[in-house]
């Protein structure tokens, strides 16, 4: 992960080829009948990053099968971020998210995402095990709206609506057993749908962990939508985690298993670079990463720079997790 250095409508493909003469190009390609064999067949890198696309970001996700459950309904404790809501474009053409690629405009790659079937698996130390469908989970669950903070390590952030469940409820549909000291959550793996995950030197599949206390906190949530939609693939469809009080890397994406265990997991970074990724990565202005200062995050829409807020400005709700745990706010442990 490198620190932004330009802001993302400053990327020089984007000044080449700005979104009108994609829109025109793919207006026209529709025109000749030829939008489907260009975006499944001659697309590739050819026409990068001008590529035809049904889908643009921003748009209605295509091919889900929970758009009938959106919007779903305000929790009124999570609707006041301090700051103004990320325009919807932005935030879903710039994204973290390795399995389509190391760069920020995997958005058209992660289109090959298939999200159905998509099997969850509970397990571990649990007393109710089960794998059931997405579909099945995300229909069991009582889906709210909150708007959170967020922040990536690389030090930028937006303001984001996500759509979804408290991680707690998934919690309590497990039934972890006493000794359960850690929720252990990995991402999918496919290296023919993800060329990402053919990158050897990565350890995949995606994998991260947070304490039962901390997978039970109010504001450790599952996502399944934002901006009022099911979530588009480059967000981490169909289910991903946001723990708005760390380190975006922290909020794996497209989830198939989760496993209550007595160890602490190792995370995917953790794994790849244990002396700049932790295990906590609780958001810290005061501890800087090995390579650069946390002390400040540009926003990604605005470009406009403030001041980085601990816990992502959320103390009141988690900072008791770690008054027991030595350097529990910190980067590494
Ligand atoms: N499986 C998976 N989850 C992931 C990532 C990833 O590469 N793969 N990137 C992480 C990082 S570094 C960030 S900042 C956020 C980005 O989420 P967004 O693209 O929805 O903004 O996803 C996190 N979850
Ligand atoms: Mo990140």
Redesign the pocket.
């Known amino acids: ?1 490198r620190i932004i250095r330009r802001r993302s409508w400053e990327l020089p493909e984007r000044a080449v080829t700005p979104e009108a003469v994609w829109r025109d190009r793919r207006a026209v390609l529709k025109g000749l009948g030829m939008a489907g064999a260009v975006a499944g067949g001659l697309g590739g890198g050819l026409l990068m990053p001008g590529r035809a696309f049904a889908y643009q970001p921003g748009d209605p996700t295509p091919d889900t099968p929970w758009t009938d459950l959106y919007p779903v309904k305000t929790n009124p404790a999570y609707t006041d971020p301090g700051r103004p809501v990320t325009v919807e474009k932005t ?1 879903s053409s ?6 389509f690629g190391t760069h920020k405009r995997i958005w058209p790659d992660a289109q090959k995402l298939k999200v159905q079937p998509w099997t969850v698996t509970i397990d571990g130390m649990v007393d109710a095990p089960q794998t059931l469908d997405a579909d099945a989970l995300i229909r069991r669950m009582a889906l709210e709206e909150r708007i959170y903070r ?1 922040r ?3 030090a930028w952030s ?1 303001v984001v609506p996500w759509s979804g469940f408290p991680l707690a409820d998934l919690v309590k549909l497990a039934q972890p057993k006493a000794g359960a000291k850690y929720l252990r959550m990995e ?1 999918f793996e496919d290296r023919e749908m993800a060329h990402g995950q053919r990158s050897i030197w990565l350890p995949w599949p ?1 994998v991260e962990g947070l304490t039962m206390a901390e997978a039970t906190n109010d504001l450790a949530f599952i996502a399944t939508g ?1 901006y009022g939609k099911p979530l588009p693939r ?3 469809a169909p289910l ?1 985690l946001v723990v708005p009080w760390k ?8 989830i198939v298993r989760f496993t209550f265990t007595d160890e602490r997991p190792v995370s ?1 970074w953790e794994q790849l670079q244990d002396q700049e990724y932790g295990f906590w990565a609780n958001v810290n202005p005061e501890v800087s990463h090995p390579r650069w200062s946390q002390a400040r995050e540009q926003v990604i829409d605005t470009g406009e720079e403030i001041p980085t807020l601990k816990w992502n400005g959320y103390g009141d709700q988690v900072a008791g997790l770690y008054t027991d745990i030595r350097d529990g706010d910190r980067l590494f442990r």
Do not use: D, L, W
């Open positions: 992960m935030a710039y994204n973290n998210f390795y399995e967020f990536c390590v690389e937006m991402t995606y934002i480059q967000h981490g991903r380190y975006g890397f922290k909020s794996i994406k497209s995917f």
